[in-house]
């Protein structure tokens, strides 16, 4: 950019003491404890943004990158769930909404850091920036150690997307809002900008994080929303979360609560949706996902994010019915704020505050991937949802009655209801516990050595 190189990089930065001492929970590779690292002071680059965090959530690819099934880089500090408070800013930084940041405010921010320059971040694609930097998912390093949720506080990049919250809506509501609700927005939008959902049938398969709030969202925008899940205490979350219907598609088509009976019960007859949100990444909820599609309808994959066999699909069919299949991956800074926008309300009549389960201090984050574990599959399905079987299986899970699988759709309420059903817990929390809510000084600039290069004054 013209002028960047006239401008001191040093004028522009600002060097932060951080009193007390910032603490990153540092995950040094698969089979190890993590370990506490301190962060005594940083520099926040010309529009970057330091926060402290309320409480950070354990998201399922936490779960896969600690347990070794999925590939991430060491040692690193995890968490991309979060919600915090702006301690500093260098310079003026704007949210989204384009308000500037100020000291205390309530914010949670994107995953991605994109650069707003390349091709794909101008043609509306900063989700997939060609230079992003994800937080919780980098190796610790210089300048940025403070890079996850699994720290005291967070170093947030310029270029990241900052919308600022209220000061009602609970922590454990908005935490996962930057993983499973934005990412619901932008499959939602992909979806609808095929076939708006007001009044089309919906089929939402797989119920954790992400099928809970496709639901509840698909449901307040107007659509009928069927949920196929093989779990039985899921399925009674999703009756909860609105669906209209919930359906197991471990039994045979012919047995009632099946896949196709319910669809067929739901759409007098036709047996078919309009719009299917895939959010298991299980290969058979793939492909039951598109054989339920009727004409013009749309397929969205969200839950496939690990590599899986590969899925039939019938080019003629596609051609002929005028299919669309879509993929979904992460999310923009804009539907980042229409989650936040959606969560604003939605927690008052869906049981969002539900899905968040045991908080563990932040030193304890081993018992809190323990617990998380134990969650058996936390919220993003991804490969850890029990695989949906083909209808033609007779196979239903272990230690479950088939029998008590079905349950009638609960009756269209407005009001947030009594927790009368056990909670889903689909989310573990961590919240630091001495929060320096103290407002930063001025750090001293060191070299390697950690003498001063410009002393104070
Ligand atoms: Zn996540
Ligand atoms: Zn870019």
Redesign the pocket.
């Known amino acids: 950019m013209p002028g960047t190189a006239l401008a001191s990089p040093r004028t522009e930065s600002l060097d932060l003491d951080l009193t007390p001492a910032a603490l990153a929970m540092v995950w040094p590779g698969v089979g190890r404890a993590h370990e506490a690292l301190a962060v005594p002071g940083i520099r926040l680059a010309h529009g970057d943004a330091l926060v402290s965090v309320e409480l950070a959530t354990v998201c399922g690819s936490d779960v896969h990158t600690i347990s070794g099934h999925r590939p991430g880089p060491v040692p690193s500090v995890l968490g991309h769930e979060q919600v915090g408070r702006v301690l500093a800013t260098a310079g003026p930084v704007r949210a989204v909404d384009g308000r500037r940041l100020e000291a205390g405010m309530r914010v949670i921010w994107s995953v991605v850091v994109?650069?707003?320059?390349?091709a794909?971040?101008r043609r509306g694609l900063?989700n997939k920036?060609?230079?992003?930097a994800k937080y919780g998912h980098e190796a610790v390093h210089h300048e940025w150690e403070l890079s996850g949720g699994f720290a005291s506080a967070v170093h947030l990049k310029r270029g990241t997307g900052i919308v600022i919250v209220d000061d009602e809506t609970p922590a454990g509501v908005l935490a996962p809002a930057s993983c499973a609700t934005a990412t619901v927005v932008a499959a939602i939008e992909a979806a609808e900008q095929i076939t708006p959902l007001t009044g089309r049938t919906v089929l939402v398969t797989g119920a954790g994080m992400l099928g809970l709030t496709a639901t509840a969202m698909a449901t307040d925008a107007g659509a009928r929303v069927i949920v196929s899940d093989p779990s039985a205490e899921r399925r009674a979350a999703a009756l909860r979360f609105g669906a209209a219907a919930v359906a197991d598609p471990s039994l045979p088509s012919a047995a009632t609560g099946s896949l196709a009976r319910v669809l067929a019960a739901q759409t007098r007859g036709r047996g078919l949706c309009d719009v299917a949100l895939e959010l298991s990444g299980a290969v058979p909820a793939v492909a039951s996902a598109i054989a339920s599609l009727d004409t013009g309808g749309v397929l969205v994959l969200v839950g496939s994010v690990s590599p899986s066999a590969p899925v039939q699909l019938d080019p003629e069919r596609v051609v002929r019915q005028l299919l669309t299949v879509r993929g979904v991956h992460n999310y923009t800074p804009v539907q980042l704020q229409r989650a936040a926008d959606y969560l604003a309300t939605a927690w008052r009549r869906r049981p969002f505050e539900q899905l968040l389960g045991e908080v563990f201090p932040l030193e304890q984050i081993d018992a809190a991937f323990a617990a998380a574990r134990a969650l058996g599959g936390p919220a993003p399905a991804a490969s850890t949802a029990p695989a949906t079987a083909p209808a033609s299986s007779p196979s239903s899970p272990a230690g479950i009655s088939p029998t008590a699988l079905f349950r009638p759709p609960a009756p269209d309420s407005e009001a947030v209801r009594p927790a009368a059903v056990a909670p889903v817990a689909a989310r573990i929390g961590l919240a630091p516990s001495a929060v320096p809510h103290a407002v930063p000084h001025p750090y001293p600039d060191r070299d390697r050595t950690g003498r001063r290069i410009h002393p104070a004054d």
């Open positions: 994109s650069c707003g320059r390349c794909r971040c900063s920036c060609s230079s992003a």
